[in-house]
Antibody, heavy 120, light 111 residues
Framework: EVQLVESGGGLVQPGGSLRLSCAAS????????MSWVRQAPGKGLEWVAN????????YYVDSVKGRFTISRDNANNSLYLQMTSLRAEDTAVYYC?????????????WGQGTLVTVSS | QSVLTQPPSVSGAPGQRVTISCTGS?????????VHWYQQLPGTAPKLLIY???NRPSGVPDRFSGSKSGTSVSLAITGLQAEDEADYYC???????????FGPGTEVTVL
């Protein structure tokens, strides 16, 4: 059974940093692109970033470029999102998602999400 | 403002058919990138409902169907049930943004 479990969310002050983790199990992690998607309270979904199987390609939504870094550890089946210079508008539930094997094929499994709150 | 557009809400009585449109542009749907649909029940994570414009993952009822025409795609729900009350999002890839984009979401209400 595919499982994605996020952790690391919490309350952080504006300008602060936070590192999210996603533990993957039930599939060969190293063979899939992985994504982070967020959802602000009461709002819609926003794709944040994704990373290629070997970590050699990474893409970000414009609003987080230069502030967020996506990475992975295939040996430990883990996905990460390092967030710096956090702003109030980064407040959201952050989901880890497995991208389908087909290029640009969407995400077929999602974690339960972890809440990040940026507030003083 | 979303790159993809969806109606904010649709509603129907139990058993009826409802459709949700998703309109894009020449850098996403019109460029030939597939559209995927997600269902998000209240308080839960999104679930893949339709991938590649019209394909259902295993376990998704055939009451849900997707279609594409030009730069627009649609999700249809036939035989509407109370359990279908949820938010529905379309998603595609946008070449000008070099990333995925979501529609703003459509709330489905069963009357």
């Amino acid at each position: 059974e595919v499982q994605l479990v996020e952790s690391g969310g919490g309350l952080v002050q504006p300008g602060g940093s936070l590192r999210l983790s996603c533990a993957a199990s039930g599939f060969t992690f190293s063979t899939y692109w992985m994504s982070w998607v967020r959802q602000a309270p009461g709002k819609g979904l926003e794709w944040v970033a994704n990373i290629k199987q070997d970590g050699s390609e990474k893409y970000y939504v414009d609003s987080v470029k230069g502030r967020f870094t996506i990475s992975r550890d295939n040996a430990n089946n883990s996905l990460y999102l390092q967030m710096t210079s956090l702003r109030a508008e980064d407040t959201a539930v952050y989901y880890c998602a497995r991208d389908r094997i087909t290029a640009y094929g969407g995400s077929d499994y999602w974690g339960q999400g972890t809440l990040v709150t940026v507030s003083s | 403002q979303s790159v993809l557009t969806q109606p904010p809400s649709v509603s129907g009585a139990p058993g009826q058919r409802v459709t949700i449109s998703c309109t894009g542009s020449s850098s996403n749907i019109g460029a030939g990138y597939d559209v995927h649909w997600y269902q998000q029940l209240p308080g839960t994570a999104p679930k893949l409902l339709i991938y590649g414009n019209s394909n259902r993952p295993s376990g998704v009822p055939d009451r849900f169907s997707g279609s594409k025409s030009g730069t627009s795609v649609s999700l249809a729900i036939t035989g509407l049930q109370a359990e279908d009350e949820a938010d529905y999002y379309c998603q595609s890839y946008d070449s000008s943004l070099s990333g995925y984009v979501f529609g703003p979401g459509t709330e489905v209400t069963v009357l």
